[in-house]
Every structure is written in structure tokens, then in C-alpha cells.
């Protein structure tokens, strides 16, 4: 696990979140502000990544435990302390497949209202990420 990668993640979605969140969803957005959104959702996909395919994963080898499926790595996490919602961080998964299939332009604004609910839940996770891997792996 690279903590140098998932906080330069982290860092560049908070950016985003912060540029986005001034700029709001509403209907007829510039292209320059439908541009920081495609920044913003393109970052939450991959640091949601990073934390559930990488991190998840390598916390479970660390544990002994079997590979499982994505949703038995998430509540492993929750178990374990790293954050505090699986439902959530299902949330997320969920969004974060959305994300990489949406080509309808009318749901695009619904993808960028669920992306700025949940960015903070997906940010605060590196801090308990972080914690954890101080705590236990060293």
C-alpha cells in the first residue's frame, strides 16, 4: 500500500470537491464548470478505488482473511474501524460504477449531487486508513 498515492488522491479530489461545491448543481453549467465536475468525478472514482480494491485488500491479507467479494471487504473495513459506514462506502462502490458507465447527459447532474453528498464520507475514510495503518502495519 502506497500512503504517498492515497494521499495525493485524497488531496486532489479536495480540490475538486472545494471547487465544485462553490460552482453548486444547477442546470446549465459552463463548460468550464461541467469540466471541474468531470475532474471531480473522474478523482472520486479513483481514489474510492484506490481505498476499496487496494487498501481493502491489503488490510485483508494483513488480516488472514479470505478475498471475498467487494461487499465482504467493505464490511470488513467498517469492522475493523477504517470507516465507520459499509452501507455507505456501498454508497460509494455503487456511485463510483455509475460513474464509469454514464453516458446519459440527464443523469449526469444526479452523479454530481451524489458525488458532492458523499465525497466528504470518502475523504474522511483516508484519515481512518491512515490511523489504522499507523496503529497496525507500521
Not at 470518502?122 to 481512518?128: A, H, I, M, R, Y
Amino acid at each position: 500500500m502506497n500512503i504517498v498515492t492515497l494521499k495525493n488522491a485524497r488531496d486532489i479530489l479536495q480540490y475538486s470537491y472545494d471547487k465544485c461545491s462553490l460552482i453548486g448543481v444547477k442546470t446549465g453549467l459552463t463548460y468550464e464548470e461541467m469540466e471541474s465536475y468531470e475532474a471531480l468525478t473522474s478523482r472520486f472514482a479513483r481514489l474510492s478505488d484506490i481505498i476499496i480494491q487496494k487498501i481493502f485488500r491489503y488490510f485483508d491479507t494483513l488480516n488472514l482473511e479470505s478475498a471475498g467479494t467487494v461487499r465482504d471487504r467493505i464490511n470488513r473495513a467498517e469492522k475493523i474501524g477504517v470507516i465507520e459506514s459499509a452501507d455507505k462506502f456501498v454508497e460509494i462502490r455503487i456511485l463510483r460504477n455509475d460513474i464509469a458507465h454514464e453516458y446519459k447527459s440527464e443523469t449526469i447532474y444526479e452523479i454530481f449531487e451524489l458525488v458532492l453528498e458523499l465525497t466528504p464520507i470518502l475523504l474522511k475514510s483516508v484519515e481512518g486508513i491512515l490511523t489504522y495503518s499507523e496503529r497496525y502495519v507500521g
